[in-house]
């Protein structure tokens, strides 16, 4: 894929995880791509989607439908067949919620060792907003092949009793949660319904950074020196440091785990998607809360 200047200039580390909304639409029918659609909102992929998308739903297609846990090889390998996803597809996410699900797919994908995997830089939000083309057609292709990869969870996701270890070494947590649930005033997102939590607060060391700090108004991401201010800055969080970052059940932090790992490069960074709905109930866990 050739390199794409305007996100080049960014001063990114890994600049190839992103395309522009330019770049995507000149690649609608690129038969090496793949364009995946995965939102918040399970109404929007039917209502209208770019042209070619197929969609992945993060509770359908991406979780086991009776452990709290990721679907296994065999369904990976299923989900790519149905989709029309070989070994050798690139892969372009892009959703609603500044992307936040498109993370979270991307995140599973990457857990798999899918090699070619990317994100459209402002997602549905800047598609939209620029008036491209949008449809309703449900495309149809031909079942893969795929050959998946047993799934990897050591060196991208944190499970919790080595987030127990995490906090007793005092590393580097990241929560990305809202302050008001940082704090512990809420247990949830305001406006979302509690996803069982008992106790609110935070991992006792972790250090607030609201995910969506990391995008401009348009969903595109910020630049490389205004995410260090806000990480590097900040949250005092260094490339080479062991980094856990989480939310509520690691969508959005997802999102800051794909900031962290591609746009500045750290090479030690695992999200935590147990999140506060596991650490909230666990039974003996250190708690801090503000309020």
Known sequence: MEVLSAIENRGYVHPEVLVTTDWLAGHLDDPTIRIVESNEDPLLYTAAHIPGAVEVDWVRDL???VRRDYLDRDDFADLMNRCGIGNETTVVFYGD?????????????HLFGHQHLRILDGGRIKWEAEGRPMTTDIPQYPPAEYHAHMRNDRTDRAMRDQV????ARHLKLVDVRSPDEYSGLRTHMEGYPNEGALRGGHIPGARNIPWARAVNPDATFKSADDLRAIY??????????DVIV????????SHTWFVLKYLLGYRHVRNYDGSWTEWGNLVGVPIEKDV
Request: proline share 3%.
């Open 97 to 109: 919620k500044n992307n936040w699900w498109a993370t979270y797919a991307f995140w599973v994908f």
């Open 164 to 167: 127990v270890e995490h906090v």
């Open 63 to 65: 979780n086991d439908p």
């Open 232 to 241: 590097h800055d900040e949250a005092e969080v260094r490339e080479g440091e």
């Open 246 to 253: 989480y939310c509520r059940i690691g969508e959005r932090s």
